[in-house]
Each structure stands twice: as structure tokens, then as C-alpha cells.
């Protein structure tokens, strides 16, 4: 079973930077696409950020546009999560999330079937 691991969570303070990595442990992970999600307690979980994995088409929430970047790196089998101008609503655990069922809901939570642990970001103000 192959597993994704996030790191680079932390404190930061508002306006500030991090970068989340999402590792696969297998090389050759099959898959259609990587995404970001986040989630606070109480609230659904919310769709950030998604790449292709194929394509390296990227689509991002309204709320983060332009402010964070998806990007990829095949040989690594990674996917990283560069985020800019934090505020403390992006305050959330953050997880990566793979589809291997090639659906066409890479906006959902549904839409994927392989999940990190989470790497939680707080921004203080």
C-alpha cells in the first residue's frame, strides 16, 4: 500500500511563507493527480490546490490564488505546496491526497482514495 507522507508544517506569522512536501513511498506511484486539502476542525474539509500528475495542469481555490503554488517533481514522485502571504485563516491541518480512479472530481475530497497524516500550519497574527 503505498503511502504519502506531508512535512514542512509549522507556526508562522502573518504574511509569512512555508512549504509543504508530499512524498509517495513507492516510486512509479500510479497515479491521475495530487491535491492539497485542508481541514479545520468543525468545517468540512476544503479543496486548496491540485496538479496533474501527467498533465501539470494546476487549479487552485479562490481563496489561495496567487498566493500558493502547486508544483511537482516526477523523479522524486513529490509534490510541494510553496505558500505565501499567510494569513490566520489558512490556519489548518494540511493533507495531500492522490487519485488513482482517474474520476473527474479533483475539486471533491471524494475524488481521491490515497490520503497523508496531515502536517498542521498555524499563522499567528
Known amino acids: 500500500q503505498v503511502q504519502l507522507v506531508e512535512s514542512g508544517g509549522g507556526t508562522v506569522q502573518a504574511g509569512g511563507s512555508l512549504r509543504l512536501s508530499c512524498a509517495a513511498s513507492?516510486?512509479?506511484?500510479?497515479?491521475?493527480?495530487t491535491a492539497w486539502f485542508r481541514h479545520v476542525p468543525g468545517k468540512d474539509r476544503e479543496f486548496v490546490a491540485v496538479i496533474g500528475w501527467s498533465s501539470g495542469l494546476t487549479y487552485y481555490a479562490d481563496s489561495v490564488k496567487g498566493r500558493f503554488t502547486i508544483s511537482k517533481a516526477n523523479a522524486k514522485n513529490s509534490v510541494y505546496l510553496q505558500m505565501g502571504n499567510l494569513n490566520p485563516e489558512d490556519t489548518a491541518a494540511y493533507y495531500c491526497a492522490a487519485d488513482t480512479l482517474g474520476g473527474d472530481s479533483w475539486f471533491l475530497a471524494v475524488g481521491y482514495d490515497y490520503w497523508g497524516q496531515g502536517t498542521q500550519v498555524t499563522v499567528t497574527s
Open positions: 513507492e516510486d512509479n506511484f500510479s497515479h491521475h493527480a
